[in-house]
């Protein structure tokens, strides 16, 4: 068990834990959001798509409602429409026709985000602006985006570059929001809609079925939803990538996910500019892998690394309360919301090194390991707006809590030399620990002129973790980390068309569980990791310029940007070997340079056209160490759309290009030192909205890498997942 908290983490609990059930007292409310879009006309569905697509809004870059035009800080924004109609499997796969965003990993449940080359802890993964985050993920991991079921999701905004200010740490590289569908109180009668979705996908035989209610009543709304989903193996195309030649279509193992999704929300608003919610939702994965193929069909030899979570379970509960128009000296406005969730997993590895030559064929040890993680977190914030002549002031504070327990097992046995005789352990290899934050920020926003607008921030955090009781490890003693960061933002409109816009700010992370603790065998089951207690935490300073255009029907904007972190925490060898794995600790290297581009434009034409178009150039060094690569993204992408809609009928074709990327740590990858550039093609359409009675239907189909071409992402390159061969995605959904 673990020991007793000090009183300032007991006090955090507390606190939260009473928000939370002052709230559920309150009333029985739910997240209040945007007016779900009603049954259109087909020239009112167009109205709206023009203005979605020109008039974008933002409510993460500056926790206000702001039109992307008007936000300095680069953001990028996907609606309605681009979700349901790109036929994604999670959130994280919409992600990769953005400008500076690149996807991790493989598969429906597994794949993660990179913002402008920063990835896993350095990424704050949001879900209606409450964090996902938690301390117990492998570094390049992160949080997975799985965890939102994209049905429910109704909009997703990124914000690309440091947000420690409004949201602290782990907002070092960039923040994704995922906002979700929420009950909207009309008042007056009862009403009620739902909406049932079936999808198909030719890649790994996918069916997925989906269905939601909503409506409201008075001052109350409501919403219930729900999905579930089998998605088995995919198979990879053949052809030649690199060094790496496929002579035939090859089954990427441990590819899919059978899961399944259940959320439910009470909403309440009353006349006197008082709301409220409360939401509850559960997420639940069985046999999710990380994908792999064979090493010997990739020309290697007998090795095996095999990783798998048989059984996850996330749950998660909210509630808040908003009041407006207070018109109070401090406050116009104030904003409570707490958390709780509740994320269990289950790892399993099965790894078989050999001994190779001069030793009897087939010897090799083999690697059993399992881990079994419970990992709790209780949350709070709380935020006040308060409006001064020229300037918006938005201040407060938040705090959450994390507390981890782990349960480890692991058996080696060594085959080739007389009979095996397996050597057993349960020793963790993160010891049961907690991390906690606290911080206090303000931001202010002020019109200076009429043409120069002002954001200033700043926020003080203090991050303390520790470990506790655990069965075969000593207790450490816990590590403190506080800091002050800062953000500077100017919007000069040096025309009504065009606005100059410069950024200048600097982030910070705190070292999480798994990089402070971790003692055994990596996930990829490759090496060997030791423990780092005394990490220093991560910060940065970045800077960002740009221009944003918008005039009729034709946007643009253009960003350049430089990130340095200091104390970046990279995983390095250590040169020593343990069990035939190579030993690696994390260590803070003296610097990590970030320097890149990004420019964006969207036209809309006459007779239903529209085209987008989107290019980033991203490069990463280690400045203390330039010849070690360190890139493990796109070194440059560039996206363009196309999109021609006629009545109730559209369709779509996307082009995504990677160029060639050298600067790479790709180990032993069978397809060499470099990533070569690969070229991604789309074709979708469909029908929305027509007809059977009081009901709506609307019809999706996709064809994805139309030339079946073998590639693989950056990311994905040393430990080689390639993605899928062509494939086909239907999908079909009534509304009433």
């Keep these: 068990m673990p020991s007793i908290f000090t009183l300032r983490r007991a006090a955090l609990r507390l606190f939260a834990l009473a928000a939370l059930a002052a709230l559920a007292a309150l009333a029985p409310v739910a997240m209040l959001a945007q007016q779900p879009t009603a049954r259109n006309t087909p020239a009112a569905d167009s109205v709206a798509k023009r203005s979605t697509q020109l008039r974008p809004v933002t409510v993460t870059a500056t926790r206000q409602a702001t039109d992307v035009h008007d936000v300095p800080t680069p953001v990028s924004v996907l609606d309605t429409s681009a979700v349901r109609e790109r036929t994604p499997a999670n959130a994280a796969d919409l992600l990769r026709e953005l400008p500076g965003v690149d996807v991790i990993g493989v598969g429906p449940n597994q794949n993660r985000p990179s913002i402008r080359g920063q990835r896993g802890q350095r990424i704050l993964l949001l879900e209606d602006g409450v964090r996902l985050n938690n301390s117990r993920r492998q570094q390049d991991f992160g949080e997975l985006p799985a965890l939102v079921d994209v049905s429910a999701i109704e909009r997703i905004e990124v914000v690309r570059g440091p947000a420690s200010v409004l949201y602290g740490t782990d907002a070092i590289g960039g923040v994704i929001n995922l906002i979700t569908q929420s009950p909207f109180v009309r008042g007056g009668p009862a009403t009620m809609g739902g909406r049932a979705a079936y999808q198909y996908g ?4 996918l069916g997925k079925g989906e269905g939601s209610l909503m409506g409201s009543d008075g001052d109350f709304a ?14 990879a195309p053949q052809g030649t990538f690199g060094k790496l030649t496929l002579a035939n279509d090859t089954e990427v193992l441990d590819g899919g996910v059978k899961d399944n999704s259940l959320n439910g929300s009470l909403a309440w608003r009353s006349a006197t500019g008082g709301s409220a919610f409360v939401k509850v939702e559960r997420y639940m994965a069985d046999n999710a892998g990380f994908g792999y193929i064979p090493n010997a069909i990739l020309g290697g030899d007998a090795t095996k690394i095999q990783i798998q979570y048989p059984h996850q379970d996330f749950q998660k509960m909210s509630a808040g309360y908003t009041r407006n128009a207070m018109k109070l000296p401090f406050a116009d406005k104030v904003e409570l919301t707490a958390y709780t969730q509740r994320n269990r997993r289950n790892l399993a590895q099965d790894i078989f090194i050999p001994f190779g030559p001069g030793t009897p064929p087939g010897a090799g040890v083999s690697i059993q390991t399992g881990n079994y993680t419970d990992l709790a977190t209780v949350g709070t914030r709380l935020e006040f707006v308060k409006a001064l002549s020229r300037v918006v002031l938005t201040y407060g504070a938040d705090a959450f809590l994390d507390r981890s ?12 030399f007389g009979p095996p005789r397996p050597q057993a352990s349960t020793q963790s290899s993160v010891p049961n620990a907690t991390l906690s934050s606290m911080g206090a920020f303000a931001q202010g926003s002020i019109a200076a002129t009429d043409r120069l607008t002002l954001i200033v921030g700043g926020r003080v955090q203090q ?3 520790s470990t506790k009781f655990t069965p075969g490890l000593a207790t450490l003693s816990g590590h403190t980390n506080s800091t002050g960061v800062f953000a500077t933002n100017v919007l000069f409109r040096l025309t009504n068309d065009l606005n100059v816009v410069a950024t200048y700010g600097s982030g910070f992370r705190a070292p999480n569980l798994v990089e402070r603790y971790f003692n055994g065998p990596t996930p990829e089951g490759s090496a060997y990791q030791i ?33 340095d972190i200091s104390n970046g925490i990279l995983v390095v060898p250590t040169g020593a070997t343990q069990n035939r794995l ?18 964006g434009a969207g036209l809309l034409l006459d007779h239903g056209l529209a085209l987008r178009a989107n290019y980033s150039s991203i490069a990463s060094a280690n400045v203390l160490n330039p010849q070690i690569p360190i890139g493990d993204t796109f070194a440059s992408k560039l996206n363009l759309a196309a999109s021609w809609t006629v009545d109730r009928c559209w369709i779509e074709y996307a082009l995504r290009r990677n160029g060639e990327q050298k600067d790479i740590a790709s180990g032993s990858s069978p397809i060499g030192n470099t990533l070569p550039a690969f070229t991604v093609h789309t074709l979708r359409g469909g029908i929305r909205g027509w007809q059977i009675g009081s009901t709506r239907q609307d019809l999706t189909v996709s064809v994805n890498n139309l030339t079946n071409a073998l590639y693989s992402e950056a990311a994905n390159s040393s430990f080689f997942r390639p993605e899928p061969r062509r494939n086909v995605t239907l999908a079909l959904a009534t509304s009433f």
């Design 222 to 235: 409501w919403r219930l939803g729900g999905s579930a989903r089998r998605v088995g193996n995919y198979s």
């Design 582 to 599: 190579p030993v690696y600790q994390n260590v803070n290297v003296g610097r990590i340079r970030t320097r890149g581009g990004e420019l």
């Design 202 to 205: 030719s890649s790994g035989a």
């Design 405 to 416: 327990f782990n349960t480890d097992t692991s058996t080696q046995t060594v085959i080739g």
């Design 531 to 563: 423990a780092s207690p005394e990490l220093k935490p991560e910060s940065s300073i970045n800077a960002d310029l740009g221009l944003k255009f918008r005039r009729s029907r034709f946007t643009a904007d253009l960003t350049v940007f430089n990130n």
């Design 463 to 465: 991050v303390e973790s």
